[in-house]
T-cell receptor
Framework: AQKITQTQPGMFVQEKEAVTLDCTYD???????LFWYKQPSSGEMIFLIY??????QNATEGRYSLNFQKARKSANLVISASQLGDSAMYFC????????????FGTGTSLTVIP | GAVVSQHPSWVICKSGTSVKIECRSL??????MFWYRQFPKQSLMLMAT?????????EQGVEKDKFLINHASLTLSTLTVTSAHPEDSSFYIC?????????????FGPGTRLTVT
């Protein structure tokens, strides 16, 4: 069975500082993809970053980077230079590449950026 | 990027009535669409997987007679909440897979907020 765990229900970060949101996953399938989504209060799911299980390098997208530690089964999101607009819920998700079907979501982390 | 729309964005209905929510892929074809439900301050829970031209696959615990899903074309899937009750009030989000894209990519709609009074 697949499982995503986010252990931080809420996080606070000072504006312009960096913050790490934790995510661990569990699967026995060797081919998987890991995603991070941002969900502001409006409810839309905004794609942030993707990491494939066979990718050798950690993914980066602008201020977002994914710290992928395969042996530890962790895929932490690092947001650099936090902005007030980063305040939102953040979800880690996983899908199995070969089946390409459902997403498995974590419980989410609520991030608040303090001015 | 690929765009998925949902209609309506919010709806209020009376208990006992039915509500239909549409999910459309605007600039790509989607053989598979997914329907999620999200309660306040909780994660997204997959309700069902909708495949074009065939019956939807429902997750355990989801009543298929209550949540009717129809995926009649490659760009449209609908979710009908039948005989809605206040406990069905939730945020419903659909997502779609792009036929031509990477098999694991999904694009999310903006969601529909349902309130049953």
């Amino acid at each position: 069975a697949q499982k995503i765990t986010q252990t931080q229900p809420g996080m606070f970060v000072q504006e312009k500082e960096a913050v790490t949101l934790d995510c661990t996953y569990d699967t026995s399938d060797p081919s998987y993809g890991l995603f991070w989504y941002k969900q502001p209060s409006s409810g839309e799911m905004i794609f942030l970053i993707y990491q494939g299980s066979y990718d050798q390098q950690n993914a980066t997208e602008g201020r977002y980077s994914l710290n992928f530690q395969k042996a530890r089964k962790s895929a932490n999101l690092v947001i650099s230079a936090s902005q007030l607009g980063d305040s939102a819920m953040y979800f880690c998700a996983m899908t199995l590449i070969n089946t390409g079907n459902q997403f498995y979501f974590g419980t989410g982390t609520s991030l608040t950026v303090i001015p | 990027g690929a765009v998925v729309s949902q209609h309506p964005s919010w709806v209020i209905c009376k208990s006992g009535t039915s509500v239909k929510i549409e999910c459309r892929s605007l600039d790509f074809q989607a053989t598979t669409m997914f329907w999620y439900r999200q309660f306040p301050k909780q994660s997204l829970m997959l309700m069902a997987t909708s495949n074009e031209g065939s019956k939807a696959t429902y997750e355990q615990g989801v009543e298929k007679d209550k949540f009717l899903i129809n995926h009649a074309s490659l760009t449209l899937s609908t979710l009908t909440v039948t005989s809605a009750h206040p406990e069905d009030s939730s945020f419903y989000i659909c997502s779609a897979r792009d036929l031509t894209g990477r098999s694991y990519e999904q694009y999310f709609g903006p969601g529909t907020r349902l309130t049953v009074t």
